[in-house]
């Protein structure tokens, strides 16, 4: 039941490239939105800084929502991947 340090590299490694992944979407989509919003905002100077933030939190909620199920595989896969790798 000892795993070896190159091992647990790996599955570190393996692991910051899930959290990179998993949360592109969410940054990608809400960096988006902030950039749009901003040259809305510049065009009409409107000067609201409520208005970004409602968007973004919507926007990246729905985002969530879309990729909820693809995250949830994408942890449990390496979670099962780790448990295999302490059982040999």
Do not use: C
Request: no cysteine; net charge neutral; glycine share 4%.
């Amino acid at each position: 039941m000892i795993v070896n340090n190159a091992v647990i590299a790996h599955l570190g490694v393996e692991l910051l490239w899930i959290v990179v992944w998993l949360s592109l979407p969410t940054v990608a989509a809400a960096s988006i939105v902030g950039v749009l919003i901003s040259l809305i905002q510049a065009v009409t100077q409107i000067q609201d800084q409520t208005v970004p933030f409602l968007i973004k939190l919507v926007v990246v909620s729905i985002v969530l929502v879309m990729t909820y199920n693809w995250m949830g595989n994408s942890l449990i896969n390496y979670t099962n991947l780790i448990f295999q790798q302490i059982n040999r």
